[in-house]
């Protein structure tokens, strides 16, 4: 019985700990800088904050250095002329506050064309 009972318990440490190692998710969509200090990254779910200016939308995500930098040929530069503000389409590995909206952790990304966006109807517009 108690062997049975700490196999049982043993399965169960190890189920939470695959739970946690796979927690991260694969999110696709628009990927916004529209001013400084704000980084998004808007897919068929929501508009998740990786950055926010002064963590306005609460903190920002950890490891937000890992998100990708911007394609210049799959970028479209919106508000001020030449200020580097806009949106691209990108692929990231993520942790998320589904409640807040918030990515909390990148593990990872990757830009993609602007058309894998553009042709995914699952998607809003992006903001210009």
Known sequence: MIKSMCQLTLAGVVAFWALQVNAAENRCGWYQMPTPGNLWLTDRDATWSITSQGEAAGPDAVDAEKAPDFDGRQFVETNVPGAGYGYGC??????????????????????????ACRNDKSLPAPQD
């Open 90 to 115: 990108a692929c990231m590995r993520v942790d998320t506050d589904a409640k807040a909206q918030r990515i909390t952790r990148v593990y990872s990304g990757k830009i993609r064309p602007l058309s």
